[in-house]
């Protein structure tokens, strides 16, 4: 079956036009160089164009673990006692040690910055392309609520960031730009999710399944005015999700599945493609299997994992007997090629057979339809209580991992059930960080973090082979809810204000 994400990636930069000659000659475009000036005209590079922007969100969710999940409480760290090269990277986030300087979190904002780019310039060239008003619309919708997506990220870990929704013609530009009030950064999310509601499809034909649709739009935009605790606008967009089609699938086990790709469930999905070398696979087994299992758990001879994003302790003991989630989820440890047990957690949803060592077919998912009635059930409790309709909603994800229902609960102990049980259902899956910012005062989650830093410092949930913890591991302060902005954009434009506390 043909699908868009084989379709070439193409980067498309900004064009610097030398004005220093006046030979209008020397000051032509090279016809064989594809920039902004001489792309964008027909259908076909248009929709060439946007393609690229999915493109740039492959990458982009290989490595958003590290800033949703590893920080959190749900996962850590198989240590590595002979390679420490990464503490100031990786285990600078699991240990609450970031700090302006550290590279992952440059990374993060560079990488975002960098997909708005594509973004801007290509809906910048919307109004001069040959394409059809139905391509045309499509795209703005689709650019859109990616755009939307990246600012909702950008805004949780950051606060205030700059705001560009336009290309930038010459650096000088750039250094003219502010860090943008948080309320104003929600307002653009707004804005172009609204847009986006109104100009995107309910759903594709077989050849652009994956694009984002009206019910991906509105599932982000529900959950932005959940965000912001503006309970009956996400009581509003969410109830408009459940008449679009979307089912929850009876078996926890073929969300996940790579031979069951873009099923009734999946709302929007970051489509990758294996058994291939294009460059479009996934990898995310080979990141977070234990180090050291030499083919055990990634069926290759002297396979070893990377060892992060490992179940803790504290998350395997709240799956509740019977639970069927567990065993998809994840795995308390693995058998080794000489027959013994080793006792290192690692995360199963995303671990299945592939042919090319490296190179997975696992989609991501972003959105799919229990978190849509997750959120619904929260966002109707938080205005009416736990309603029936309210119950019904977290009851139906219970029924599915076949445990018991809930009842008979008050407000606010409906709310914590449900935030467990979105812990669960959503484990790993990049949600639990927002989560707790979301439903947390700043106080509580600087209180539930420590006394989980407490418990991991205690019993950690792999060996660290003798080796103690640092003083300031797992401490966690409360200017960390929010990421310095990198010292390097620091630098280059003096005109930002660095997050307190840093």
């Not at 008449?243 to 790579?258: K, M």
């Not at 989820?329 to 671990?351: M, Q, R, W």
């Not at 998912?365 to 009635?373: E, H, S, T």
Request: net charge negative.
């Amino acid at each position: 079956m043909k699908r868009y994400i084989n379709t070439l990636f193409i980067g498309l930069g900004v064009l610097l036009a030398s004005t220093s000659c006046d030979d209008e000659f020397l000051n032509k475009t090279d016809p064989t160089v594809l920039v902004s000036d001489n792309f964008y005209q027909t259908e076909t590079q248009l929709i060439q164009a946007v393609n690229g922007v999915y493109g740039q969100l492959r990458p982009w969710h290989l490595n958003q673990w590290q800033y949703t999940e590893f920080i959190s409480d749900n996962t850590t760290l198989h240590f590595n006692p002979g390679n420490r090269g990464n503490g100031p990277s990786l285990e600078a986030l699991e240990f609450w040690q970031y700090n302006p300087a550290t590279s992952n979190i440059t990374n993060l904002y560079n990488s975002t910055y960098g997909i708005m780019v594509n973004v801007n310039t290509s809906l910048s060239k919307l109004p001069e392309s040959n394409a059809s008003d139905a391509i045309k619309n499509r795209s703005e919708g689709e650019l859109k609520m990616i755009r939307a997506y990246l600012y909702f990220h950008l805004v949780q870990h950051f606060g205030d960031v700059i705001v560009i929704t336009e290309p930038v013609s010459s650096p000088a530009e750039a250094f003219e730009y502010n860090r943008t009030p948080v309320e104003a950064v929600y307002q653009q999310i707004l804005s172009d999710l609204n847009d986006a509601v109104a100009l995107l499809p309910p759903s594709y034909g077989s050849d652009d399944i994956g694009r984002v649709t009206k019910g991906a739009a509105l599932s982000l935009l529900g959950k932005v005015h959940l965000t912001r605790k503006n309970y009956a606008e996400a009581i509003n967009a969410l109830t408009q999700v459940t008449s679009l089609g979307y089912a929850l699938l009876q078996d926890y086990e073929a969300i996940f599945d790579p031979q069951n790709k873009n099923h009734q469930e999946s709302i929007w999905d970051i489509q990758y493609q294996g058994d291939n070398q294009f460059g479009v696979g996934s990898n995310f087994i080979y990141t977070f299997a234990p180090r050291e299992s030499v083919g055990a758990v990634i069926d290759f001879p002297g396979q070893d994992g990377g060892g992060w994003n490992t179940p803790t302790n504290e998350i395997i003991a709240l799956y509740e007997e019977g639970d069927l989630r567990k065993e998809v989820s994840l795995k308390e440890g693995y058998t080794s090629l000489d027959g013994s047990y080793i006792a290192v957690p690692y995360i199963n949803k995303f671990h299945h057979p592939h042919s090319i060592r490296g190179i997975t077919n696992d989609n991501w998912p972003v959105i799919r339809y229990a978190d849509v009635l997750l959120m619904l059930a929260e966002a109707i409790n938080e205005v009416e209580g736990p309603t029936g309709t309210a119950l019904g909603y977290l009851n139906e994800i219970r029924d599915r991992a076949g445990l018991e229902p809930v009842n008979g609960l008050g407000k606010d102990a409906f709310r914590e059930v449900l935030l467990n049980e979105r812990r669960i259902e959503l484990a790993f899956e990049n949600h639990r960080w927002f989560d707790l910012k979301r439903t947390k005062t700043e106080s509580e989650l600087v209180n539930l973090l420590n006394a989980y830093g407490l418990r991991e410092r205690a019993n950690p949930t792999t060996s660290r082979e003798g080796i103690p913890f640092s003083n300031n591991d797992f401490i966690f302060e409360a200017h960390e809810i929010l990421f310095p902005i990198p010292q390097d954009q620091m630098r280059i434009n003096s005109s930002l204000v660095q997050n307190p506390g840093y």
